[in-house]
Nanobody, 115 residues
Framework: QVQLVESGGGLVQPGGSLRLSCAASGMIFSLYDMAWYRQAPGKQRELVAHITGGQRTNYADSVKGRFTISRDNAKNTVYLQMISLKPEDTAVYYC?????????WGKGTLVTVSS
């Protein structure tokens, strides 16, 4: 019933920018904390950014100052604006929705930062 669909991934040059989107359906969106995770080959999945229904945010140290998470409850969508991208940002990025009554994941979108 709950669906999360990521979009916006692709190939970008180092120093470039990209915006990811995650469209949610089948749930009361405003009740959920939303987050972006990423996983690179050979590495553990890590939390990139998190935002509560009340708009509180937190970020991984590696992306702080470069990435911004936001949400539009009217559109049931969460965004990740990424600037000053580095090759080490290359990963599959996953959207996550969490509430006391549920925990859901999207299928991921690939971001490749390369010259």
């Amino acid at each position: 019933q709950v669906q999360l669909v990521e979009s916006g991934g692709g190939l970008v040059q180092p120093g470039g920018s990209l915006r990811l989107s995650c469209a949610a359906s089948g749930m009361i969106f405003s009740l959920y904390d939303m987050a972006w995770y990423r996983q690179a080959p050979g590495k553990q999945r890590e939390l990139v950014a998190h935002i509560t229904g009340g708009q509180r945010t937190n970020y991984a140290d590696s992306v702080k100052g470069r990435f911004t998470i936001s949400r539009d409850n009217a559109k049931n969508t969460v965004y990740l604006q990424m600037i000053s991208l580095k090759p080490e940002d290359t990963a599959v990025y996953y959207c996550n929705a969490k509430w006391v009554a549920g925990d859901y994941w999207g299928k991921g979108t690939l971001v490749t930062v390369s010259s």
